[in-house]
């Protein structure tokens, strides 16, 4: 949907600082864009990783159609590829489509296969990021391009992995029913995050929807949820575990 601030700028993305010892690459596949900070370059390792993820989803997408066209939970049967299976899952446990999740989907079967050669591994997905990390990380959470992220979530080392997904109807290309500016979910599981970062933008039309957010968030914690920010206009409001931290 159009938004107030529509945009698919990465400029978000120039404040994004490694650690010592870490660099920093992109990854970018068709519809796939990646930031990637980690102990070591492996964008052509990743690359081609990507490249058989992406073949999974598309591959099941072209024999079943709905998959990518549905705006509602779709079943999958149990020898369809683990992606696509997560996907699925994620999808019915947040009531919206499976491609709801794609993005964390992507994150993390990134962060999951090569967190064996580097144990610090972030992985950032448009907005949706998958972090396995060894130290304490801040992750920034962007409601306006244009003036840049001033709150950040704090992740304590030893909470990792960690996934920290978005939605929004005025940032990005991705759908969202909603109107709200921002809705960002913490979880370990970045497909469920990223479905439930969807799901609850997609309750938020006004600043009286934020108790009906919040209200649906507490619900979800029972299926893995473990906080959420929302912001519509100047009004947010935050449940859960998150240490929320002001950025330089």
Not at 158 to 172: D, L, R
Not at 198 to 213: F, H, I, P, Q, Y
Request: include cysteine; aromatic fraction near 6%.
């Amino acid at each position: 949907m159009a938004g107030r601030h529509l945009s698919t700028d990465r400029a978000y993305r120039d404040a994004v600082r490694p650690g010592s010892g870490e660099v920093r690459f992109q990854v970018a596949m068709e519809q796939t864009d990646l930031l990637i900070v980690a102990e070591q370059d492996l964008r052509d390792e990743i690359a081609a990783f990507v490249a058989g993820v992406r073949g999974e989803i598309k591959n099941w997408i072209m024999f079943h159609p709905d998959f990518a066209e549905s705006l509602v939970p779709v079943d999958v049967p149990e020898d369809a590829p683990e992606v696509v299976r997560a996907m699925a899952h994620a999808g019915r446990a947040c009531g919206v489509g499976p491609m709801a999740a794609v993005a964390g989907a992507v994150a993390q079967a990134v962060g999951e296969a090569f967190v064996g050669q580097s144990p610090n591994i972030l992985v950032e997905n448009g907005g949706d990021t998958f972090l396995c990390s060894t130290r304490e990380r801040v992750v920034a959470l962007l409601a306006d391009p244009g003036s840049g992220a001033s709150i950040g979530l704090r992740i304590e080392a030893g909470a990792f992995p960690v996934s920290v997904c978005a939605s929004s109807s005025t940032i990005g290309h991705s759908l969202s029913l909603g109107t709200g500016d921002l809705v960002a979910v913490r979880a370990r599981d970045a497909r469920f995050a990223d479905a439930a970062a969807t799901a609850l933008c997609n309750e938020l039309r006004s600043e009286a929807d934020m108790d009906r957010v919040l209200r649906r968030a507490k619900e979800l914690a029972a299926q893995g949820l473990d906080g959420v920010f929302a912001q519509y206009d100047q009004k947010v409001a935050a449940w859960g575990d998150l240490e929320l931290v002001a950025l330089d």
